[in-house]
């Protein structure tokens, strides 16, 4: 009588336990790989987000001093009148 190849005698109920076994873990891997993909989407869009306001912080704020009328613009025309 020939037997499956992997067949043990007596173990018949074994197999199936590793199959479902097998199953879950296979399940969990997928959960982690689709926990591990949102977590590295999360990341990316963090990293944007501070990226950004790091920029916006390091821009230093100008003044255009000849249109507002500030302390060059005098310098240069001379004493306010008044």
């Known amino acids: 009588m020939l037997m499956p ?3 043990i005698p007596g ?6 336990a590793m199959k479902l076994g097998d199953e879950r ?3 969990e891997l997928g959960h ?7 977590f590295a989407l999360q990341l ?5 987000r501070t ?3 790091l920029l916006a912080v390091e821009k230093p704020v100008t003044e255009i ?5 500030g302390p060059a613009h005098r310098r ?6 008044g």
């Open 44 to 48: 990316d869009a963090f990293e944007l």
């Open 65 to 69: 001093s000849h249109l507002n009328g």
């Open 51 to 53: 990226h950004e306001a």
């Open 76 to 81: 240069d025309r001379g004493p306010p009148e």
């Open 25 to 27: 873990r296979t399940e």
């Open 32 to 38: 982690l790989k689709l926990a591990l993909a949102t």
């Open 11 to 16: 173990l018949a109920g074994t197999r199936t």
């Open 5 to 7: 190849v992997g067949h």
